[in-house]
């Protein structure tokens, strides 16, 4: 069983980082985490903390998108051509299916947060230009845009000499390039000078930025429970109202929970995404990361524990869904 669900779960991931959508959405969230920077320049208080906001803000909605738009292109399709007919009709029971389908899903999606996860790092270090005798960020600019070059230009020759897929090939190397990149910007200041590379290392945020994935992992799962079912614009709608309803689950059910059975009810049932944003505590100056470790903790469980319940689902819609 490991061994089919990892072949599942493998090819699925090829299929969905091949998928033209997953390199435009890759693409266009790159783009505005980087035009945050501009953006920010514009506020009235404190620039950099609207720009945490905004980098957060864009990886939650692109990662939306792309949960959504991913799973129906390796569910739904497959479904609707048939071709799922080569896998369950051999010894491949449906749920080991769905599950393999969410595993793969997810990994095209830990991928590209992986990416915007690294750009909101080096925008963050960039910080936002309030002054116009500002200077640039010298190696961000060079390292973090030449590496998006760089695997730009890859990916093009070896689409033309080998015939290679441009958009699992763009991705694999944009992950490479830009681990790579960021690594050299947390050695380097400013200036190209040489610096320690906790200087600029803030483990804050990149705990902010795995509670947002771990956000994304549930979405995730409600696309492929969706998926089993419909098609690609009501897996969106009905994504998008989950999203909705889960960052306002706090004002819609929580204060009624007291009073109203199913307001308590919906307020079990609807994940409430408010508990995977920490931008409010990454403002406050005198939050540690010791405060923080159980958080991650409990909200890993709360989000664990959803998955399970909505791929459970999705394994209900699934077997009573004809595919012959």
């Known amino acids: 069983m490991p061994s089919r669900l990892w072949t599942i779960a493998a090819n699925t991931y090829r299929e969905s980082i091949r998928q033209p959508v997953f390199v435009v959405l890759l693409c266009g969230a790159s ?77 095209a999606l830990a991928t590209a947060c992986w990416v915007w996860t690294l750009l909101f790092m080096l925008t963050v270090r960039h910080g936002v230009m309030t002054r116009a005798n500002d200077p640039f960020d010298e190696p961000v600019l060079l390292f973090g845009l030449g590496g998006f070059a760089l695997a730009g230009f890859l990916a093009a020759s070896a689409n033309y000499a080998y015939r290679w897929v441009f958009a699992s090939t763009f991705t694999g190397a944009l992950v490479v390039i830009e681990s790579i990149a960021y690594i050299l910007v947390l050695c380097l200041g400013k200036g190209f000078a040489i610096q320690p590379p906790e200087t600029d290392f803030d483990p804050r945020l990149w705990l902010a930025a795995l509670l947002v ?109 004809e595919v012959g």
């Open 31 to 107: 783009l505005l985490l980087m035009l945050n920077i501009a953006v920010c320049g514009y506020a009235f208080e404190d620039d950099n903390k609207l720009l945490l906001d905004l980098g957060l803000s864009t990886i939650f909605l692109a990662g939306l998108l792309l949960a959504a738009f991913t799973a129906t292109g390796v569910f739904s399709r497959e479904i609707e051509n048939k071709t799922v007919l080569t896998v369950i009709s051999k010894p491949v029971g449906r749920p080991l299916f769905v599950a393999g389908k969410f595993l793969g899903v997810a990994a």
């Open 213 to 321: 994935f771990e956000a994304l992992a549930v979405l995730c799962a409600v696309a492929v429970a969706v998926s089993t079912r419909l098609g690609q614009v009501m897996t969106l709608a009905i994504c998008s109202a989950v999203f909705l309803l889960g960052l306002s689950s706090d004002f819609l059910f929580r204060a009624r929970a007291e009073e109203n059975a199913l307001a308590k009810i919906a307020y079990s049932l609807v994940p409430n995404l408010n508990f995977h944003w920490l931008a409010e505590l990454l403002h406050r100056e005198h939050t540690h990361l010791d405060e923080l470790w159980p958080l991650l903790g409990l909200v890993s469980a709360y989000s664990a524990l959803h998955v399970a319940a909505i791929l459970a689902l999705a394994v209900a819609l699934f077997q009573t869904r």
